[in-house]
Structure formats: structure tokens, C-alpha cells
């Protein structure tokens, strides 16, 4: 029995010690499981941390280092012979990688289109636009254009291909081939240029697609050389761009609105200009504007431009709309959107009553672009057409580079700073002055520090209260980079000081001179309502409106004209756009009904009181002399007479040609005479002359006097 027992506690320790064996060595793999575990874990925590700090960081130096492309080495004109290769090449800087893309002619070259003839490299910042076996069509403007989400720049060059004469093939005496260019020695300097068919007054809306069209003969028509067609708005030459394209050629020339807006209202002509002379034709285009999204919310601003751009702000300037039927405007918000995005951002939290507001909150070397929306008590209206783009870097540091000659023609470009030595803390700024003032803000402007050093240069701008001796830093939170600053938040009617101190690494300088006192108010003034207004009759459509301009019209931006039907008071926007000049011929008038007129003058303020109203006036064509005949020709000559021709006036001064007075005069004499007014006695005599026609208001202005005509018989012929 004791045996047994024996053999049974001999195994029940047993037991106990392999359970307490294997007990450890599980408890041994879990801790050591465990310590795997948090081993894993703690390094994926490490490597999202190090993921999350070094994401940061690319972010911050990609920041640091984005830029809008900058051309370092420009494109280089190249003359060859035909059967040669060009190479054009350039370099360009930017963050990131700017894409480039070549245009031939302002067409994009993509060389699948001709496989063999261009070939397109990009390595290491340098693009290489390879022409191969160059023929004379490849003559043509190349530009390369860079591009990134920061903005644009392009360079262009010129590549001319020449023939080799003995390339060409014989053709007979007086024979042309097409295909070879004009010689030299063969220019007509004078076209004949006849408008078949012409783009009259016209009405578009904001948004539409519009074309202006002129059908023209033009003889000697020559494929290879022919005038030069030019478009103008209110005298200043229309370039294609992304809301204009032109097109001449086929005995058509036209101007093509993709996206009509009120800044393309006014006189356009169309000219065309040779070595002879200039064509040309003129007419208005009116532009009204759009619906509104907001039942009796105002139109859209017009005419936003950029000024005093720099790495810190953007001046943004616009013109006001016309509001005749929709209550005023009190105010302006300014959008801004970054060149490469879509996504606009407003600049300021409260309407800006004034045509002008300085944006702040850019990265420097970024590109942008602005736009423009009017708020009255209805609502907010559609935005303006968007600014061109401009970036917001520092004109100033363009200035501080200096060109070193050395021997020969080398030369190196350094900064000024590099030849001023060390230069620890810096010098307080100079000349420090507000360069521009209004109710909300004032700009200051100021000379850096001579010598400034080497060390990147910032300043703090402090201001004061006159009378108060206590100064405020404005910009404690981020220093200034630029020489000028636009200071807000000043109490209207409360005259300040400022003075500026300049900083760098070592520290921050002396404040500069103390300013005169500044008062923050508007330089100008709402202008005063314009004078004494006249309409006098023109044609069955229109009335031509002149006024007396207003007394102060130094900073005006125009003038806008409204019309309404005697005793009706409806009035109605006689243009969309404000004219700079106090004559305007109104277009689009009901003929036979009475109508009355009245003006008011825009500047960067507001609007002027309407004039007073002008005297009802029917509308009908007004009757004016005829203007002269032309093309006056010697059709035949036989001793005894002969017989001339000439032209119809191209203005008939709204009524039937009657006839024509002929005069004539002795080539040496300058005395004018009726032709029958006298006997001629004798068989020869040398005449000139010329032609009035008249009308029944008058007569005309005479024609150009023809070329010496010599009266004598034709050979053959019996006197």
C-alpha cells in the first residue's frame, strides 16, 4: 500500500513539475511575444513618425524653394541654307519641374505630326528643339513656353531659312513660280481697297460669342504680298489672346469675341496698312451686361489691372459699373486665385467702397490673377473678367544687380551687396514717405539701407498717434521684405507717424526718420455732376450727346451716358463702358421718337449726381453736305474734248446726289473756274481738276485734284 502511495505522490510531482515547466515556458514565449509585438509596434509608431516629420519637412522646403519658371538662357535666332539643321535650346528654372512646349508660329509642334522632322529633348533643365533639314517653310517665329502651378514664361527666336540660288529652276522672262518668295525689287506700294461688305453698330451681351466681319477687294491681289490688317479698339492695337482671335485672308478679314465682356465695348477699326497708304473702317460695339444672379444686384465691375506688385502686396485697380436701374453700389470684394488653380479666394471680409485695394497674404513667387464683384443691397453680381497674371515678386532686388566688364567680353552680373563688405547690423531705412493714402489704408514707401549687407534684409513698420508719444509695431507677427507696406486698421480722422527699422540675422537697426503726419483719407473726391448737355441729330437710329465736363477731371475714368423717352422717366444705359471723352454719338434709337438725355462722371470714388436732362430731340437723319468723289479718270481725249469719270462720294450726307459742279484750272495757275464759264480759243492747253458734288443741303468739298491732263488730239484723229 505505502508502495503505491509512494508511486502515486511520485507522479503526481511529476505531473506538477512538467505542468510548472510547460507553464513557464509559455509564460516565456508570451513575454517574449509581447516584447515582439511592442518591438513591431514601436517601430511602425518611429517610421510613421519619421514619415509624418520628413513629409513636413519636404513640404516646408518644397515651399521654401517653389517658384514660378524663370528663363536663365533665352532662345538664340539662327539664319541657314535649306538642308541644314537648327538647334534651339534654352534653360529655365522652377519648382516644381516646369513642362515646356514649343510653338511654331503660335501652333504647337508635336513631332508625331512629322515624323523625322523635329525632335524634342529635356534633360537637366536644358530643352533642345532639334529642326531637321531645314526647308524655307520652317522660316518662322519658335517659342518655347514653361509652365508650372506658379505661373509661365516663354522666349522665342527667330529661325530663317535661305534658298540657294542655284537650287532654284529656270522659269521663263516674267514668269513667277508660286511656291518661290517675292524678289526683292518687284513691291507694289499701293492696294486698291474696297469694303464689300462691312461689320456696321453692334449690340452683344456678356458671355456671347460675337464676330466682326469686313468683306474686302484688294487688287493687285498678290499671294505672297499684301497689306498688313490691324484691329484697333478705341485706338489701341487687339492682340490674339484667350478672348480675341483674329483672321485675314480668302478676302475676309474678321475679329473673333470667344467670351464677350463690357471690357471689349468701344470703336473698333479695322485698318489696312501697306507702304502706299492705310485703308480703313470704323464702328461701335456695345456690350450690356449679363443677367444678374440676383434680381437687382449690380453688373460687373470691368477693366481690373494689377500695379506695384512685390513679394508682400498687389495693388488691384477697377472701373465701376453703370447703374441705372439698380440701386448703388456700396462696395467691392476682391478675389483672388492662384495661377495653375481653380480655386478663388476672397481678400477682403468687408466690401472696399473704393476702386482700389491693396492685396496682401501672397507667396512670393507665386503668379496670380484677380477678379472683381460689385455688392449693392440686392445682392453681389457676377464677377468681372479675371486680371492678366502677375507675380508677386520684388522689382527692387531686379535693381540691385550690377554688370562688371573684364577683359574682353567677358562680364559677370553680381549683386550690389556682394562689393559692400561686411556689414553687421544694418543702417535704419531712409526717405521714408506714404506713397499713397485713402480712408482705409496708407502705403508707405522707403530707400533701404546704404550699405544694407549681404545678409537677407526685413523691416518693421511702426506707427503713432500724433500728440500720443507711444508706438505700435504693425507688423509684429511677419517682417517685411519689400520697401513698401500697406498699413490698415487706421482710425478715420486720426493723424499718425510712422517710422521703419530695418533687420537681418545680427539684429534690427536704429528707427528710421520720424514721418510728417498722416491723415488717412481719400486723396480724391466724388467728381461733380457734368455740365450743360446737347443732343443734336445724326442718323434715323442716333443721336450724338455732348455735355460740358465736370470741374475737377483730373482722375475721372469716364463718363456714362443714360437715355430715356420724353415723359416717360424709364431710363435705359446708353453704354456699358465709361468713355474718357465728352462727345458720344448714342446708336440703337427708336426713328420719330423723342428722347432726352442725361451724363454722369465715374472716378475711383463713386459716381458723379446725373447731369441735368437734355432738351427733347427727335431722332432723325441729319442732312449734311456730301463728302468728295473720287477716282476722278481721263476716259477720252480727241483734240476737241474730253471725257472724264470719277467716283460716287462714299457719304452721301443723308440724301440724293443732285449733281456735280466740274472746275478747272492752267497746270501753272492756282485760280479755279466753272468749266463753261468762258470760250477756249485755243487747240491746246494743259488742265487739272477736280469735283464738288451737292445735295440739298449744299454743295460738298471738292475732290482731289486729278493728274496734268494735255488736251491735244489722239494720233489718227481729225481736229
Not at 139 to 157: C, E, K, L, M, P
Not at 171 to 189: E, Q
Request: charged share 25%.
Amino acid at each position: 500500500m505505502r508502495v503505491q502511495e509512494q508511486k502515486s505522490q511520485h507522479w503526481s510531482e511529476q505531473r506538477r513539475i512538467r505542468f510548472v515547466t510547460s507553464l513557464s515556458a509559455l509564460e516565456e514565449e508570451m513575454r517574449t511575444a509581447r516584447l515582439l509585438a511592442r518591438e513591431q509596434l514601436d517601430r511602425i509608431a518611429i517610421q510613421r513618425m519619421v514619415e509624418e516629420k520628413m513629409a513636413l519637412e519636404r513640404y516646408t522646403v518644397e515651399e521654401t524653394i517653389s517658384r514660378a519658371p524663370e528663363i536663365l538662357v533665352r532662345l538664340r535666332s539662327h539664319t541657314v541654307w535649306e538642308k541644314m539643321s537648327v538647334r534651339l535650346y534654352f534653360t529655365v528654372q522652377g519648382f516644381p519641374t516646369p513642362v515646356v512646349q514649343w510653338y511654331k508660329n503660335e501652333e504647337l509642334i508635336t513631332p508625331a505630326s512629322e515624323p523625322g522632322k523635329y525632335t524634342i529633348e529635356s534633360k537637366y533643365g536644358v530643352h533642345v528643339l532639334d529642326i531637321n533639314r531645314a526647308h524655307y517653310d520652317d522660316t518662322a517665329t519658335y517659342t518655347a513656353v514653361a509652365t508650372n502651378v506658379h505661373g509661365q514664361a516663354s522666349t522665342s527666336a527667330a529661325v530663317v531659312v535661305r534658298r540657294f540660288r542655284g537650287d532654284e529652276e529656270p522659269y521663263p522672262a516674267g514668269v513667277l513660280p508660286i511656291t518661290l518668295p517675292m524678289p526683292l525689287d518687284i513691291c507694289f506700294s499701293h492696294f486698291d481697297v474696297q469694303f464689300l461688305e462691312r461689320f456696321g453698330v453692334t449690340f452683344g451681351v456678356e458671355g456671347e460669342t460675337l464676330t466682326l466681319r469686313c468683306d474686302l477687294l484688294i487688287t493687285p491681289e498678290l499671294n505672297r504680298l499684301r497689306p498688313r490688317a490691324e484691329w484697333y479698339r478705341d485706338d489701341v492695337l487687339v492682340k490674339d489672346s484667350k478672348w480675341t482671335k483674329t483672321f485675314f485672308g480668302d478676302g475676309r478679314a474678321a475679329l473673333s469675341f470667344t467670351h464677350l465682356n463690357k471690357d471689349d465695348e468701344g470703336l473698333y477699326t479695322l485698318r489696312l496698312v501697306s507702304k502706299g497708304g492705310v485703308s480703313e473702317y470704323s464702328a461701335f460695339l456695345f456690350v450690356r451686361d449679363a443677367d444678374a444672379l440676383v434680381m437687382g444686384a449690380p453688373g460687373a465691375p470691368m477693366d481690373v489691372k494689377c500695379y506695384d506688385a512685390n513679394r508682400d502686396y498687389v495693388i488691384v485697380t477697377w472701373k465701376p459699373p453703370n447703374t441705372t436701374h439698380e440701386a448703388p453700389v456700396i462696395g467691392y470684394f476682391v478675389d483672388r486665385c492662384e495661377v495653375g488653380t481653380e480655386n478663388w479666394v476672397q481678400c477682403n471680409d468687408a466690401p472696399v467702397k473704393i476702386c482700389k485695394y491693396p492685396v496682401t497674404g501672397l507667396f512670393e513667387g507665386r503668379s496670380y490673377t484677380f477678379r472683381v464683384r460689385a455688392v449693392n443691397q440686392a445682392g453681389i453680381s457676377r464677377p468681372s473678367r479675371i486680371s492678366e497674371a502677375v507675380a508677386a515678386l520684388d522689382p527692387v532686388d531686379l535693381e540691385r544687380l550690377q554688370t562688371i566688364h573684364l577683359e574682353g567680353d567677358k562680364q559677370i552680373v553680381i549683386y550690389q551687396d556682394d562689393l559692400e563688405g561686411d556689414v553687421k547690423i544694418p543702417g535704419p531705412p531712409t526717405n521714408v514717405h506714404a506713397s499713397e493714402t485713402s480712408k482705409t489704408y496708407v502705403v508707405l514707401s522707403w530707400d533701404p539701407p546704404v550699405p544694407r549687407g549681404k545678409e537677407p534684409l526685413s523691416y518693421f513698420i511702426e506707427k503713432s498717434v500724433v500728440g500720443s508719444g507711444s508706438w505700435q509695431r504693425v507688423n509684429a507677427q511677419v517682417a517685411v521684405r519689400s520697401p513698401r507696406y500697406a498699413v490698415f486698421d487706421l482710425a478715420e480722422g486720426k493723424s499718425y507717424v510712422f517710422r521703419v527699422l530695418s533687420a537681418n540675422k545680427h539684429g534690427i537697426s536704429d528707427p528710421s526718420e520720424i514721418t510728417p503726419p498722416i491723415q488717412a483719407q481719400e486723396a480724391i473726391v466724388v467728381p461733380s455732376a457734368p455740365g450743360r448737355i446737347v443732343a443734336t441729330r445724326n442718323t434715323k437710329t442716333s443721336v450724338v450727346v455732348q455735355w460740358d465736363k465736370p470741374k475737377h477731371e483730373e482722375d475721372l475714368f469716364g463718363y456714362y451716358i443714360d437715355c430715356s423717352v420724353a415723359g416717360s422717366n424709364h431710363w435705359e444705359p446708353c453704354n456699358h463702358k465709361p468713355i474718357g471723352y465728352n462727345r458720344f454719338a448714342v446708336h440703337g434709337l427708336a426713328t420719330g421718337e423723342k428722347y432726352v438725355f442725361r451724363v454722369k462722371a465715374a472716378n475711383a470714388v463713386g459716381m458723379s449726381e446725373n447731369s441735368q436732362e437734355s432738351e427733347p430731340i427727335t431722332v432723325q437723319a441729319a442732312l449734311t453736305c456730301p463728302s468728295f468723289p473720287y477716282g476722278l479718270t481721263l476716259l477720252n481725249c480727241d483734240g476737241h474734248s474730253m471725257t472724264i469719270g470719277w467716283k460716287l462720294p462714299r457719304f452721301s450726307g443723308g440724301s440724293n446726289i443732285l449733281g456735280y459742279y466740274i472746275d478747272k484750272r492752267e497746270l501753272h495757275h492756282h485760280n479755279w473756274h466753272e468749266v463753261n464759264s468762258s470760250l477756249i480759243k485755243e487747240r491746246i492747253y494743259t488742265y487739272v481738276f477736280r469735283i464738288r458734288p451737292v445735295n440739298d443741303a449744299g454743295v460738298g468739298k471738292p475732290s482731289d485734284v486729278s493728274e496734268a491732263v494735255l488736251v491735244q488730239a489722239r494720233p489718227g484723229t481729225k481736229t
